[in-house]
């Protein structure tokens, strides 16, 4: 179990992390950076089975919309509740390897 626990802490940190660039690039007004990262997030989320993150980070992209386009009104509210839902994650999954 405890490289169970392990494993989610090191793909929430990377998904948080690729949430950061997401959010960033979006400031910046890099839509196709953040539907770069937006997808990203979506497939590791769908490989192992975060299937409410999954579904978070595709209603960004739904809100970026395609390529070389501005985003649809809502986009930024969309990026916040798939950043709660990072951060949910955390709870009850600590770290602590004392046995």
Known sequence: MGGEVR???V??????HEALEMNRAATVDDFDGARF???SIAAKAAHTG???VQAA???VLLYLGPAD???TPGFGKAM????D???GLDDGAGTDDSD
């Open 7 to 9: 494993s989610l802490g």
């Open 11 to 16: 793909l929430t940190t990377d998904l948080k």
């Open 37 to 39: 990262w937006a997808a």
């Open 50 to 52: 975060l299937a409410e």
């Open 57 to 59: 980070a595709l209603r």
């Open 69 to 71: 386009t501005n985003p």
């Open 80 to 83: 916040l509740n798939l950043a």
């Open 85 to 87: 839902l990072l951060i």
